[in-house]
């Protein structure tokens, strides 16, 4: 996988084991304790209210506090869903899980940007004298205000600059530190204004569930940038070679330095920190293009698509690397499979690599098919070792190219269903599993174009990701 900000769509069963050799335990809980355990905090708030709050107020006034409670702790919680916790992530993939945070976080915007105009108008800020209970009030200080207001402003910034961070003028590093420091303070004002002017959340029990939230994202962000880089200073790996291999395409070479503390199942990808501390900020996800056989090397294809990536020729030879991961589950290993199909767009070559080398290296006996698209010859990765598997493995490989050289005599345009439809028709190729990777349009055409032609979509494991500025 490129320098990507990774979103991958799984949708295969887990099923028994097909004879591969047995990668890393997966970790993690199961999908629905996950739901479950999610809904129970998110509304914990609300039941906490419930049991132990004043007379009721206006429904207008319950519904605008609802919606400040339901969006607070959704906020909190992205803290956890964003930090690569394989506790999270690890059945059902880091890919949904960040799918997850983005959804939740426009959410809990929607819920806390709404919130304030829904009290009943004409309610006073602070109770009067005929008011005991604080039924007519806000219960609003001016502390309580600024932060309100801060953080209301904050978060609508975060959010909006999040899903435009492409268009930033300046790095992706920049925006992720910025990104976590900001949402913590987002969650630290919040809190203030919470415990200050919230009638439920004067409660001690709720005050304490907000105070316990805040203190699990503070550790958030310090497993993060710092305990987690330093757990990685005891497993490094040395950068072997850096080779261009293809146009505007890569492989870099690592080797353990402490051979036998890493492992990871083919089709896996890491966020790989090169030639620099594990405690900078600049990372990359990279899929890793070698089998699991072949450690304590390690490679990766990459292509050219952004600042860092257009600098690989730069690394020294010799230099640390860390490896964050591994995670996701484009993996072949615990799935039912009669024969494989792997269409690959460009760069999408790297986990397919790892698939077959690995197949090859346990002596897969299965059919394979390998659908490979790219614009022009010289873009092809690994051509003679990919024949060479051909006659290892029971493998058959189609190259589509865009753009044709004089006496092509392969297949010519598009990853399109008229071209798949020729070689992946069904029932001949019923009872296998279609891996896809490449840019999202193609996965997109390709996806449409395997359900019409009869594929279940169970049966499809597609990787998406889209290139971010290096």
Same mark, same amino acid.
């Given at each position: 996988?490129?320098? %990507?900000?990774?979103?991958?769509?799984?949708?295969?069963?887990?099923?028994?084991?097909?004879?591969?050799?047995?990668?890393?335990?997966?970790?993690?809980?199961?999908?629905?304790?996950?739901?479950?355990?999610?809904?129970?905090?998110?509304?914990?708030?609300? %039941?906490?209210?419930?049991?132990?709050?004043?007379?009721?107020?206006?429904?207008?006034?319950?519904?605008?506090?609802?919606?400040?409670?339901?969006?607070?702790?959704?906020?909190?919680?992205?803290?956890?869903?964003?930090?690569?916790?394989?506790?999270?992530?690890?059945?059902?993939?880091?890919?949904?899980?960040?799918?997850?945070?983005?959804?939740?976080?426009?959410?809990?915007?929607?819920?806390?940007?709404?919130? *304030?105009?829904?009290?009943?108008?004409?309610?006073?800020?602070?109770?009067?004298?005929?008011?005991?209970? #604080?039924?007519?009030?806000?219960?609003?200080?001016?502390?309580? &205000?600024?932060?309100?207001?801060?953080?209301?402003?904050?978060?609508?910034?975060?959010?909006?600059?999040?899903?435009?961070?492409?268009?930033?003028? @300046?790095?992706?590093? %920049?925006?992720?530190?910025?990104? !976590?420091?900001?949402?913590?303070?987002?969650?630290?004002?919040?809190?203030?204004?919470?415990?200050?002017?919230?009638?439920?959340?004067?409660?001690?029990?709720?005050?304490? @569930?907000?105070?316990?939230?805040?203190?699990?994202?503070?550790?958030?962000?310090?497993?993060?940038?710092?305990?987690?880089?330093?757990?990685?200073?005891?497993?490094?790996?040395?950068?072997?070679?850096?080779?261009?291999?293809?146009?505007?395409?890569?492989?870099?070479?690592?080797?353990?330095?402490?051979?036998?503390? @890493?492992?990871?199942?083919?089709?896996?990808?890491?966020?790989?920190?090169?030639?620099?501390?594990?405690? /900078?900020?600049?990372?990359? *996800?990279? /899929?890793?293009?070698?089998?699991?056989?072949?450690?304590?090397?390690?490679?990766?294809? &990459?292509?050219?698509?952004?600042?860092?990536?257009?600098?690989?020729?730069?690394?020294?030879?010799?230099?640390? !690397?860390?490896?964050?991961?591994?995670? #996701?589950?484009?993996?072949?290993?615990?799935?039912?499979?009669?024969?494989?199909?792997?269409?690959?767009?460009?760069?999408?070559?790297?986990?397919?690599?790892?698939?077959?080398?690995?197949? %090859?290296?346990?002596?897969?006996?299965?059919?394979?098919?390998?659908?490979?698209?790219?614009?022009?010859?010289?873009?092809?990765?690994? #051509?003679?070792?990919?024949?060479?598997?051909?006659?290892?493995?029971?493998?058959?490989?189609?190259?589509?190219?865009?753009? *044709?050289?004089?006496?092509?005599?392969?297949?010519?345009?598009?990853?399109?269903?008229?071209?798949?439809?020729?070689?992946?028709?069904? *029932?001949?190729?019923?009872?296998?599993?279609?891996?896809?990777?490449?840019?999202?349009?193609?996965?997109?055409?390709?996806?449409?174009?395997?359900?019409?032609?009869?594929?279940?979509?169970?049966?499809?494991?597609?990787?998406?990701?889209?290139?971010?500025?290096?």
């Amino acid at each position: 996988m490129a320098e %990507a900000r990774l979103v991958r769509f799984e949708a295969e069963r887990e099923a028994p084991a097909t004879g591969t050799t047995p990668g890393p335990r997966r970790r993690g809980l199961p999908g629905a304790l996950l739901v479950v355990l999610y809904l129970a905090l998110v509304l914990a708030p609300l %039941a906490i209210a419930a049991l132990r709050g004043g007379p009721p107020r206006p429904w207008r006034d319950e519904l605008a506090t609802g919606l400040a409670l339901l969006g607070f702790v959704v906020l909190f919680l992205e803290f956890l869903l964003s930090g690569r916790f394989r506790t999270i992530s690890g059945r059902i993939g880091i890919d949904t899980t960040m799918r997850a945070h983005q959804l939740l976080a426009r959410t809990a915007l929607l819920f806390l940007l709404v919130h *304030p105009f829904l009290y009943t108008s004409g309610l006073q800020p602070f109770p009067m004298p005929s008011d005991a209970t #604080g039924r007519t009030s806000l219960g609003l200080t001016g502390p309580s &205000i600024l932060t309100g207001v801060a953080a209301w402003i904050l978060l609508a910034l975060l959010v909006v600059l999040a899903i435009g961070r492409d268009q930033l003028p @300046f790095r992706y590093e %920049a925006w992720r530190a910025s990104h !976590g420091l900001g949402a913590l303070s987002v969650a630290g004002l919040g809190t203030h204004h919470a415990l200050e002017a919230g009638r439920y959340s004067a409660d001690p029990w709720l005050a304490g @569930f907000w105070l316990v939230l805040l203190a699990l994202a503070a550790f958030t962000l310090v497993h993060v940038y710092l305990l987690r880089p330093f757990g990685l200073l005891a497993r490094p790996w040395r950068i072997d070679s850096v080779e261009r291999i293809a146009d505007r395409t890569w492989s870099v070479r690592l080797v353990e330095e402490h051979p036998g503390r @890493f492992r990871f199942r083919a089709g896996q990808f890491v966020w790989a920190t090169l030639d620099r501390s594990p405690f /900078s900020l600049i990372e990359h *996800p990279f /899929s890793i293009a070698s089998a699991p056989a072949d450690l304590p090397r390690l490679e990766f294809v &990459i292509k050219e698509a952004g600042d860092f990536t257009s600098r690989l020729d730069r690394l020294r030879i010799g230099g640390r !690397g860390y490896l964050e991961g591994p995670h #996701g589950n484009f993996t072949l290993e615990g799935r039912q499979a009669e024969g494989v199909v792997l269409i690959a767009g460009g760069v999408g070559i790297a986990p397919m690599l790892s698939l077959l080398r690995q197949a %090859a290296a346990e002596g897969d006996r299965r059919p394979w098919l390998l659908l490979y698209g790219n614009r022009h010859v010289g873009q092809i990765v690994h #051509g003679d070792e990919l024949e060479a598997l051909a006659s290892r493995l029971d493998l058959r490989i189609v190259h589509v190219l865009g753009e *044709p050289p004089e006496g092509w005599k392969g297949e010519v345009g598009r990853l399109d269903r008229e071209l798949l439809a020729r070689h992946v028709a069904l *029932p001949a190729m019923a009872g296998r599993l279609f891996f896809v990777c490449g840019p999202p349009a193609m996965i997109d055409t390709v996806e449409r174009a395997l359900v019409g032609l009869g594929v279940p979509l169970r049966h499809i494991v597609a990787e998406r990701f889209r290139y971010d500025r290096g």
